[in-house]
């Protein structure tokens, strides 16, 4: 079992930043990719970005050049710094984690960019 924390979510303006948090718990030394995702209300849940254990990333084109996602292994935390913001990007981010065949989900933290 993977037990995900989330914390880093608020209220910002357009053009502001925000870091957001994902602590891993439990059985963390099988975890392979960690990431996170979004759902917009009236949106399916889509990929954010990701990394993988030797830190390669992939991000999702809405957010690519904004967002940068990075792990800290150490702390078996993973961080996703959100600059740029826009409207577009209000949702609930949700962070991920894969060990073995199974993906594990946080409880979700809200993110509200508006003027």
């Known amino acids: 079992q993977v037990q995900l924390v989330e914390s880093g979510g608020g209220l910002v303006q357009p053009g502001a930043s925000l870091r957001l948090s994902c602590a891993a718990s439990?059985?963390?030394?099988?975890?392979?990719?960690m990431g996170w995702y979004r759902q917009a209300p009236g949106k399916q849940r889509e990929l954010v970005a990701n990394i993988n254990n030797s830190g390669s990333t992939n991000y999702a084109h809405a957010v690519k050049g904004r967002f940068t996602i990075s792990r800290d292994n150490a702390k078996n935390t993973v961080y996703l710094q959100m600059n740029s913001l826009r409207p577009e990007d209000t949702a609930v981010y949700y962070c991920?984690?894969?060990?073995?065949?199974?993906?594990?989900w946080g409880q979700g933290t809200q993110v509200t960019v508006s003027s």
């Open positions: 439990g059985s963390i030394f099988s975890i392979s990719i």
């Open positions: 991920t984690a894969l060990s073995g065949p199974k993906y594990y």
